[in-house]
């Protein structure tokens, strides 16, 4: 099993930055994507960014140029950056674990961007 702990979210202004964090522990091997996705209000789930083991990352077009993910490999943690935020991007943010052949979820973190 695995547990993430996700952190960060919040009320922010729109233009305002945030920062995520999802630290992973218990039985860890093999961690390799690691991501944000988020979910609005009568919408279903989306990507929001990803990044591999070896550090490649995945943007949602709806964030490029905004959000920067990023991890460290060494505390198992993803991080995700949310700059210029928007009133759009309001969401519950969950983070999403791959380890080996099992995918991990974490609880979702609320992140209310106003205008």
């Known amino acids: 099993q695995v547990q993430l702990v996700e952190s960060g979210g919040g009320l922010v202004q729109a233009g305002g930055s945030l920062r995520l964090s999802c630290a992973a522990s218990g039985s860890i091997f093999r961690l390799n994507v690691m991501g944000w996705y988020r979910q609005a209000p009568g919408k279903q789930r989306e990507l929001a960014a990803a990044i591999t083991s070896g550090g490649s990352t995945n943007y949602a077009d709806s964030v490029k140029g905004r959000f920067i993910i990023s991890r460290d490999n060494a505390k198992n943690t993803v991080y995700l950056q949310m700059n210029r935020l928007k009133p759009e991007d309001t969401a519950v943010y969950y983070c999403?674990?791959?380890?080996?052949?099992?995918?991990?979820w974490g609880q979702g973190t609320q992140v209310t961007v106003s205008s």
């Open positions: 999403r674990v791959v380890a080996g052949e099992y995918v991990y």
